[in-house]
């Protein structure tokens, strides 16, 4: 597979004032196509610094980064501008989406800066959100919807412009257990299936599995670069999960059925 991504010696600080924060330290990494990574770290550990490098929505301190060959220092802020349209969806934590449009005006939009017909945006924009099973809500605003049904119009609108890279920042980091799952099994089969590359920002070490390759980033720096399972929990330990939640959500002590508890006289 080819590489997409490579960074060499990635600093950024940010200058508070008189103080120094040095959000990223000394970071080389490469990101290959058609692969799901994770960026796996506590809050402040640089993850959504080192994302927007890669969108190219700022620059580094020093080092430096390319994209397929291209050093993304080097290009103007228009030159970005259509890096980001042509290559890059965007999936945030909190939506983004804009309130005042209907679902399918919110699809359409990385479309019109394109500058895709109107009826074949419309068309595009339709099939997404028939894909990620909103087909009938294409008319609702944000508002209208739950918070898993945004976070879905979200992931068409990334998704619509068949981006090579999808960047998601804590995706799920708003959603409840189930809707996480239901979440991170639909992006993930979304980029498989596109052969996309995709990568996703988290603190959630069991989300991070979803991920071929897991890069754990700590103070600015890079930890540890691991193999992740590539899957989401089995249906199993889903079911796990949410017993668990149940009975914590009630208060009440777990459930365990007595007659299968071994006794004493079979010890
Ligand atoms: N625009 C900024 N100005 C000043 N400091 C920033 C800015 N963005 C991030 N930082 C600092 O850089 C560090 C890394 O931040 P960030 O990349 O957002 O971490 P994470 O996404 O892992 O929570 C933090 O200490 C944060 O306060
Ligand atoms: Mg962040």
Redesign the pocket.
């Known amino acids: 597979m080819g590489i997409l991504f490579e960074l060499k010696n990635v600093r950024?600080i940010?200058?508070?004032g008189t103080e120094k924060?040095?959000?990223?330290d000394d970071v080389s990494l490469t990101f290959e196509k058609g692969k799901i990574y994770c960026l796996l770290?506590?809050?402040?550990?640089?993850?959504?610094?080192?994302?927007?490098l890669l969108a190219g929505l700022e620059k580094p301190t020093s080092g430096s980064i390319k994209f397929r060959g291209k050093a993304l220092e080097t290009l103007s802020e228009k030159q970005l501008t259509l890096y980001r349209q042509g290559y890059i969806g965007f999936v945030f934590q909190s939506y983004n989406l804009l309130p005042t449009l209907t679902a399918l005006e919110n699809v359409t939009l990385p479309l019109i800066f394109r500058r895709m017909p109107k009826r074949k945006r419309i068309a595009a924009a339709r099939k997404m959100l028939k894909a990620v099973g909103l087909g009938n809500r294409w008319r609702h605003k944000p508002h209208e919807l739950s918070g898993g049904q945004q976070q879905r119009v979200s992931l068409a609108r990334a998704f619509v412009n068949e981006p090579q890279v999808i960047f998601a920042?804590e995706p799920t980091g708003n959603l409840d257990t189930r809707t996480t799952y239901e979440m991170m099994d639909m992006i993930t089969n979304m980029a498989r299936e596109r052969e996309q590359t995709l990568i996703i920002?988290t603190?959630d070490t069991e989300i991070s599995q979803y991920a071929d390759q897991i890069i754990r980033?700590r103070d600015?720096n890079i930890e540890s670069i691991t193999e992740g399972l590539g899957r989401g929990p089995s249906e199993e330990e889903r079911n796990l999960e949410n017993e668990k939640n149940n009975s914590n959500a009630t208060g009440d002590a777990p459930v365990t059925d007595d007659s299968n508890t071994p006794s004493g006289e079979y010890e």
């Open positions: 950024k940010y200058r508070m924060v040095i959000a990223l770290g506590t809050s402040g550990s640089g993850k959504s610094t080192l994302l927007n920042d920002v603190h980033v600015g």
